[in-house]
């Protein structure tokens, strides 16, 4: 694979254990996992694109590392992403820096809730918004999404009759969404949107995902809606998923509304998470203006993963694979084996040597499916495969 000229091979297998990578962390695995395969963790397993590694390798070769500024360069060239990649069309202005996106999040529901106020998320859903809320003692309202013939999509009633809860003032978008894969489409952002407006709900949109779509479907970010859309929204945008990039990288929140920015600038300042890490810095303006070429190869081999994944799960009765639209997360139906949430994830760890996420993680909703990571060498997912071919044979 290759792109301007550089060849990118994902195929290598690096042993992540040489760092403290989480994934394959006895924290995760536990202290009996070292030979599990480790496909929990939302990351990759691929190198960051050389263009990251270079302008890193050159920043280190400076020495000093003392107080900066955000380099000059590094807005516009998120700007210019945002155009380039989705035809969003973005302030500079408008955009503020965040630690990362989870504290964007809770940031935005202590900023413009209260306690005891009522969230909206929409489950199956990325586990940490569950503990944000809970952390934050924000009232969890779930509109859970609807399963219809192997597709995930949002129950748009029951969002209506959601935001009308006098408690509801917010609500946690996942767009594309984890763990269900779905690329949400304009029109139903467009719908969700418009409950919002209707009740005042505020939409907070975690976009993480963003970047990482297959051949077909496009990332709409919300904001890109139109005005009074962005206007009703904080998005939340990193780098972390798209360059594999998550522990040197921050992120960042785009919101149009001036109130509103306002004062999310003035929480930053009163929270001081406003400081700027050279290495983020570098390795951000780096993949923003030069690592296009990595991602769109990066792109392709994540969807011959998932050819190799769906080829191997036909054979396999008892496991469904819900077919993702985006992200290099895939989401497992596995309740043709009738087994308990403990019961598969002693199936899948015990028979199948597998250390992926349990679905109930994502809500009770995640009940009989399982989160695997496709994003690792070809080798390595062939190899899980392997195993969990022979223990569907014997379960
Ligand atoms: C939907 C979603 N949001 C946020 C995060 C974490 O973002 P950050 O590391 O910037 O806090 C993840 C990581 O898995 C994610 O899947």
């Known amino acids: 694979m290759s792109g301007a000229g550089q060849p990118f091979s994902f195929d290598e297998d690096i042993d992540r254990r040489l ?19 480790a496909a929990g963790v939302a990351d990759m397993d691929f190198k960051a694109p050389p263009v990251v590694l270079d302008a890193l390798r050159r920043r280190l070769g400076h020495g ?20 380039r990649r989705h035809a969003w069309r973005v302030e500079e202005s408008h955009i ?3 630690p990362n ?8 529901a202590s900023l413009f809730t209260r306690e005891g106020d009522g969230v909206i998320v929409q489950p199956p859903v990325f586990f940490d918004f569950f503990d944000i809320l809970r952390e934050n003692r924000r009232v969890l309202i779930a509109n859970p999404l609807i399963l219809e013939d192997g597709r995930y999509r949002m129950d748009f009633d029951g969002l209506e009759a959601k935001a009308a809860d006098l408690r509801a003032k917010m ?22 949107g418009d409950i919002c407006a209707r009740h005042n709900v505020l939409v907070v949109a975690d976009e993480i ?4 779509t297959f051949a077909s479907h496009e990332y709409t970010p919300f904001a890109a809606l139109g005005p009074d859309y962005a206007a009703n929204c904080i998005a939340c945008l990193s780098p972390a998923k798209s360059f594999n ?19 999310f600038q003035a929480e930053n300042s009163r929270l001081t998470v406003n400081k700027n890490n050279a290495f983020a810095s570098v390795a ?72 992926v996420t349990r679905g109930p993680a994502f809500g009770a909703e995640g009940a009989g499916f399982a989160r695997l990571n496709i994003a690792c060498p070809r080798a390595k997912l062939e190899a899980g495969l392997d195993g969990l071919a022979k223990a569907m044979a014997a379960p």
């Open 19 to 37: 760092v403290p990578a989480l994934k394959v962390h006895p924290r995760v695995l536990g202290p009996d996992g070292g030979s599990l395969f």
């Open 64 to 83: 000093v590392f003392g107080y900066e500024a955000l380099p000059d360069g590094l807005m516009p060239a998120l700007v210019q992403w945002l155009d």
């Open 96 to 98: 503020l820096r965040a």
């Open 101 to 108: 996106i989870l504290n964007a999040l809770a940031m935005a």
């Open 171 to 192: 609500i946690y978008l996942c767009n594309p969404h984890n763990p269900v894969g779905r690329v949400w489409s304009g029109e139903e952002l467009r719908r969700l």
């Open 209 to 212: 995902h963003g970047d990482i």
């Open 245 to 263: 990039i998550a522990s040197c990288c921050s992120a960042f929140t785009i919101i149009a509304d001036s109130g509103k920015r306002k004062a």
């Open 284 to 355: 951000m303006e780096a993949a923003y203006k030069d690592g296009e070429a990595w991602l769109d190869a990066v792109l392709a081999y994540l969807e011959t993963n998932l050819d190799a994944l769906r080829g191997r799960l036909k054979n396999m009765p008892g496991v469904e694979l819900i077919e993702p639209e985006g992200t290099f997360l895939t989401w497992l139906d596995f309740r043709a084996l009738g087994l308990q949430p403990d019961d598969l994830t002693a199936f899948l760890k015990g028979k199948a040597g597998w250390a």
